[in-house]
């Protein structure tokens, strides 16, 4: 299966590789400074957020099934919804 990029939907000022295969989209964003963005109702399926900042973001309602937030600074981020 051959991959290509695609800039996907993400929150205004915020960059992130996504890689599309098989319909389902891979977000790699390690490491990523997102403090304070706004995510909710993003799919955020199978994302790459090892270590992201994401103190004070906005998840609410965002699909986080199967992401990776291992050592992600969720400090003040809301989950809800």
Excluded: Y
Aim: hydrophobic share 35%.
């Amino acid at each position: 299966m051959g991959r290509e990029k695609d800039s996907g939907t993400q929150p205004q000022g915020v960059e992130v590789a996504v890689t599309v295969m098989a319909d389902s989209p891979q977000v790699e964003s390690r490491g990523a400074d997102l403090r304070g963005k706004d995510f909710r109702r993003a799919d955020l399926r199978d994302a790459e957020l090892s270590g992201a900042r994401l103190s004070g973001a906005d998840l609410g309602g965002a699909n986080l099934r199967d992401a990776n937030l291992s050592g992600a600074d969720l400090r003040q981020a809301s989950l809800r919804g």
